[in-house]
């Protein structure tokens, strides 16, 4: 069983539309993340959600909304897609806002054309 | 505020031969540090981490790492790679409770085996 489960994979969508990434994690954690890894794969803390609370949000356009329907899943909408979003998106979860060990998924690949 | 600084982007070396990659931290608070390990196209996998107690950290694949407190760093090393140790590697501190816990990253290390 996958720990930490995102999809799509990859994405590759045209400048202007809307998409969506979803995560899923099966570990029981309270709190679960959205990090940007950009073409210098530096890696950045986007959204912080713990027991379906916002608690981190890292000045991202408001372009970007993350929903937490539950505690076990934490969805990425983004909206008028532009060049510049196109990174990998890693959705991760630990057990709570301690953060002693962080789980993450593989990726959500997006190009935006 | 906490910030990593990983002291070499690209560290190339030859198999069987020891490896120290480098990462000095800032903080003005007790943090978590971890190193995480980046296999191209896939996502991140942690070695190691030290929370507390021993300074010498054992972590998966024959990594360890030395957390030193005076010189605020978390150096990983590994004694002899191989091939399969090419990825990027990145050392990581937690931000504190009330701070989310989010995990602020280093510039990552890209370690590169050579036969």
């Known amino acids: 069983d996958t720990a930490v489960s995102q999809t799509p994979k990859y994405l590759v969508t045209q400048m202007g539309n809307d998409k969506s990434i979803k995560c899923e994690q099966n570990?029981?954690?309270?709190?679960m993340y959205w990090y940007k890894q950009d073409s210098k794969k530096f890696l950045k803390i986007m959204f912080s959600?713990?027991?379906?609370?916002?608690?981190i949000n890292e000045t991202v356009p408001n372009r970007f909304s993350p929903k937490s329907p539950d505690k076990a899943h934490l969805n990425l909408h983004i909206n008028s897609l532009e060049l510049g979003d196109s990174a990998v998106y890693f959705c991760?979860?630990?057990?709570?806002?301690?953060?002693?060990?962080?789980?993450f998924g593989q990726g959500t690949r997006l190009t935006v054309v | 505020a906490q910030s990593v600084t990983q002291l070499d982007s690209q560290v190339p070396v030859f198999e069987e031969a020891p490896v120290e990659l480098r990462c000095n931290y800032s903080?003005?608070?007790?943090?978590?540090l971890f190193w995480y390990v980046q296999y191209p196209n896939q996502g991140l996998q942690l070695l190691l981490k030290?929370?507390?107690?021993?300074?010498l950290v054992k972590g998966i694949n024959g990594f360890e790492a030395e957390f030193n407190k005076s010189q605020t760093s978390f150096h990983l090393r590994k004694p002899s790679v191989h091939i399969s140790d090419t990825a990027e590697y990145f050392c990581?501190?937690?931000?504190?409770?009330?701070?989310?816990?989010?995990?602020?990253f280093g510039q990552g290390t890209e370690l590169s085996v050579k036969p």
């Open positions: 991760a979860s630990s057990q709570d806002r301690s953060n002693t060990e962080a789980f």
């Open positions: 030290y929370l507390s107690g021993s300074t």
């Open positions: 903080s003005s608070v007790s943090v978590y």
């Open positions: 570990l029981g954690h309270d709190t």
């Open positions: 990581a501190v937690s931000a504190p409770y009330n701070q989310g816990g989010k995990l602020i």
């Open positions: 959600y713990n027991n379906k609370e916002l608690i």
